[in-house]
């Protein structure tokens, strides 16, 4: 078959991908290696930046969004005995938002089926081929054992790090950079009410530990552990024993709900950039260009930022003839991405215990002073409330 943008990956930045690029005539195929039920059930990320929420709502797929997402004016920063809240709509006139991805995914999914942009779900040996030259293809076998080949303009990898749209850039032709902390998450999903208004970031001398949520009835926890923790000699009751004690149970009256936990899972924590993110007529777009800890809660967020102006520069070029954002888009998204990555490195750092107890009065003094400074609080505000697309 023949289309102008082939698109490898259907989970949220490839799912935004086709749409965005569909709302201005450009065709594309979806192709993905998992099932579509496999795709909506993923439980990510659940923040959204301020950009990101306008870019869905000026796509037509922020309607469920605008009525169902809560809407955070900033964070909690705790550390033993105090606790402050960072206030960022009125610091930087921005706020963020609480929606989670599988609630995103289902409004994307919904906009394909509506659009009838085709997709091939459980896609095996997807390959893609001459990416380096004006007639690159991806191959796979569908879900029916048929192979297939899908003939585009341009190929762009939305496919995660595990994919094979990375492994098509020639090694000699990327450069990577990767950091891998020596610690992890043990996550939660718990069917309990949250007990906070907004995201609570704890410094605690057992680890870190952060309370955020998913909706009105269902919460979502985090407990530092080590990267090799056995998840299961962590009964219930021990994870909610040690979230009241880093979350600071009984601290000015505050105390945690618990409830029945319905998932747990340890999370690695890493930091992973490649570039360029731009090779021939092949395009890297969220995980499989770059991977964030999750403290800074910006890899949905990039990933966005990625296929937005993605989508803006394969329409000059395919639409229009222009090909100078197409040829700019990696150096103008990596821009971004490495600002969002040191924001990242900064909050897993500064709230995570991986050092002796002088690093632990550097980290305390370095959250003090997010408190005491105006303009500390207006810089960690600017970065986690979200800098525009088009950073730098």
Known sequence: MRTQVAIIGAGPAGLLLSHLLGLQGVDSVLIERQTADHVRSRVRAGVLESGSVDVLTRAGVGRRLA??????????????????????????????????QTELTKDLMAAREEAGRPAFYLASDVTPHDVDTDRPHVTFTDADGRPQRVDADAVVGCDGFHGPSRRAVPAARQRVWERTYPFAWLGVLADVAPSTDELIYAWHPDGFAMHSMRSATVSRLYLQVRPDEDIDEWSDDRIWEALATRLGAGMEGWDLRTGAITEKSVLPMRSFVTTPMRHGRLFLAGDAAHIVPPTGAKGLNLAIADVTLLAEALTAWLRDGREDLADAYSDTALRRVWRCTHFSWWMTTTLHRHGDDFDARLQLSQLQRVIDSEAAATEFAHNYAGLPISFG
């Open 67 to 100: 009525t169902e997402a809560d809407e955070h004016r900033g964070v909690y920063l705790q550390w033993p005995g105090e606790r402050h809240h960072v206030d960022f709509t009125a610091l930087v006139g921005r706020s963020v938002w609480i929606y989670g």
